[in-house]
């Protein structure tokens, strides 16, 4: 652990690698050829002969040896780049297995993948034959790595830096390194390269959140252990435990200095930088969004996937291309190969129901130049008007609304005359109070409607790689939150209203300091001011859109066994918005011309 960092981390329990779970084959070094034609996961065969060494330790500065899986070409004509690949999920933990383990495989289909690629990284079979080294480095205390597991902070991104440092001076590398890969692989990216290691030339974040108690544990002030509680029950391995995110909030609910270490600083990050973002994921949007605003080079490009991100990284012939292209022209030098061509920035829109995405769509820069933030406010008749009405209303929910059934909530709806796109970050500012509690967790959706003002649903592969050719086919129980998007979502706790406006990265998009609790006496009424996560989306003259105000999460609730948060009160009886007069509840939406 750091010296600098005031605290001690609580560890978890977990389960020891065991032979057969998730790739893991036994631990010990030893180098092997694969041939051309290989095929050992029975899918996707080798085009060339690759060199594949195991377990290779590397010293990191307090001691710890990690561990890592180098891939490279045999037949490789001189020295190559190396790209790393870094998580805690198991070294050989492929996405064949993890693909079978989802629903639909999100259309990763039969023989894609070789079996080499880590979860959620590159696959060796791809990108070995274009002339580099793929990494896979079991980060500290995962399989037989040194130490405790620790997620992000400043020590993954230390462990990263001297990781990246000794493999520049092996005999096949040519000394430069890059960093790829999607959620942990590319939330990392950040870390490791704010401490700026010298042969760190490039980074790759796809999907990569960026402030570990903003944008996934407690977005907004609310706790959200699921998908980290399924992950560490299935995926993770190690020998030491992994750090307890469930008991550091039990010890401490607001900002601290150890979940300020979970926050990324970006803007030390000032390298080549290749972003992709997506609507749909619920952990990394804004994340990417921040990097892509903060990294302090001109050198940056992003690209805004209208597909979810293992589809992206393992099918999309253009996308494995232009990953390939971007480190060759950094870490191969070769500066004619027309990356620099590439757009700067290239944004998708959804329009929902049975049809696919508009991609790509060129733009300047991001959030899109001349934008429209329009102010449509909440009426006492369910609608949006471009004016606050002048009579004071309230509209109550009740968030003890009946398991089972869709979670009650109060809406407001506007119908679109033209086709209209909304592009960027809306934002909702609320007058809201309860009566039967001092504190509100309060979800802010938008939903698309069509023209029958019935809900609408954007799948996130294209249909072409679903198994039902329409919305209408697909049975309730399959529907996934990775398959399926609803429309942007925004989460506050009222007593972490507190803003600080020196931190925003956008006026639409507030940062809360979720260090100063503000509790709300019954009955009291607090504007709140809540940023919901980017929007992308087209709407045909007819169709609607819905803001809706509930106390419930209201997306898919597929992580059933995750634990009731560990130390404080949810939510209770009924909460009221107040609209018109002296309350303008509103939307401030992104309009952008088409």
């Known amino acids: 652990m750091p010296a600098s960092q005031p605290f001690q981390v609580a560890n978890l329990t977990i389960e020891k690698p065991t032979i ?23 899918s996707r065969p080798l085009s060339e002969d690759l060199i594949a060494e195991h377990d290779l330790g590397i010293k990191v500065r307090d001691g710890c040896t990690l561990y890592c899986d180098i891939y490279r070409p045999a037949n490789a004509p001189g020295k190559i780049p190396a790209i790393v690949c870094w998580s805690p999920f198991g070294k050989k933990h492929n996405g064949i297995g993890m693909m079978k383990k989802v629903r639909w495989g999100v259309g990763v289909p039969d023989g894609c993948l070789s079996g080499l690629e880590r979860f959620e990284g590159p696959d060796p079979a791809e990108y ?24 992000m902070g400043q020590q993954e991104g230390e462990d990263g830096h001297d990781v990246i440092e000794a493999l520049a001076k092996m005999d096949w590398c040519n000394g430069n390194v890059g960093l790829a890969g999607n959620s942990h692989l590319g939330i990392v990216q950040w870390f490791i390269a704010a401490t700026r290691p010298p042969s760190l030339k490039a980074i790759a974040p796809w999907e990569a959140c960026g402030d570990l108690y903003r944008e996934q544990f407690v977005r907004g002030g609310a706790w959200d252990n699921g998908l980290f509680d399924l992950i560490t029950k ?21 900002m601290n200095p150890y979940w300020a270490d979970k926050r990324a600083n970006i803007k030390n990050i000032s390298i080549p930088t290749y972003v992709v973002a997506s609507y749909s994921t619920f952990v990394h949007t804004m994340g990417s969004i921040r990097g892509w605003l903060e990294v302090q080079t001109d050198e940056k490009w992003l690209r805004w996937d209208p597909y979810q991100e293992w589809y992206d990284l393992w099918v999309v012939k253009e996308s494995i291309d232009e990953l390939a292209q971007f480190f060759d022209f950094y870490l191969n030098g ?79 709806k506007h119908t679109f005359a033209t086709r209209t796109r909304l592009m960027g970050l809306p934002k909702a500012v609320l007058y809201m109070s309860c009566d039967d509690l001092d504190d509100m967790i309060v979800y802010v959706l938008i939903r698309k409607l ?5 809900v609408m649903m954007n799948l996130n592969i294209p249909w072409e790689a679903a198994p039902y050719s329409k919305m209408s ?73 819905r803001v809706q105000v509930s106390g419930q999460y209201p997306l898919i609730p597929e992580y059933k066994q995750a634990r009731p948060a560990p130390a404080e009160t949810s939510n209770k009886g009924h909460h009221k918005v107040h609209v018109g007069g002296r309350y303008p509840s509103r939307i401030i939406l992104p309009f952008v011309d088409i």
């Open 128 to 151: 070995c034959p274009r002339g580099f080294a793929i990494i896979n480095v079991d980060a500290r205390g995962a399989g037989h790595s040194d130490g405790s597991i620790v997620i």
């Open 450 to 454: 069509d023209r029958d003002g019935n």
């Open 20 to 42: 057969g779970h998730n790739g893991y084959v036994g631990h010990g070094h030893r180098i092997e050829t694969l041939p051309k034609g290989w095929n050992g996961f029975n």
């Open 334 to 412: 070769n500066t004619k190969n027309g990356w620099d061509a590439t757009p700067k920035v290239r944004m998708s829109s959804l329009r929902f129901g049975d049809q696919e995405p508009i991609y790509p769509i060129s733009v300047e820069d991001f959030p899109v130049p001349k934008t429209e933030y329009r102010e449509m406010f909440f009426s006492g008749g369910d609608t949006l008007q471009d004016a606050p009405p002048t009579t004071e209303t309230g509209l109550s929910y009740n968030f003890e609304a009946v398991d089972g059934q869709e979670a009650d909530f109060v809406g407001f």
């Open 234 to 254: 299935q995926v993770i391995r190690g020998h030491n435990g992994c750090e307890d995110f469930r008991e550091m909030y039990r010890r401490c609910q607001t």
């Open 473 to 545: 086919e697909i049975p309730k129980e399959e529907m996934s939150n990775l398959i399926l998007y609803f429309g942007p979502l925004g989460i506050l706790r009222a007593s972490h209203r507190e803003i600080d406006s020196s931190m925003s990265i956008h006026e639409q998009y507030p940062f809360h300091t979720h260090s100063n609790v503000q509790k709300v006496a019954p009955g009291q009424i607090v504007e709140l001011e809540i940023g919901l996560w980017a929007m992308g989306i087209d709407f045909e003259e007819g169709e609607s859109l």
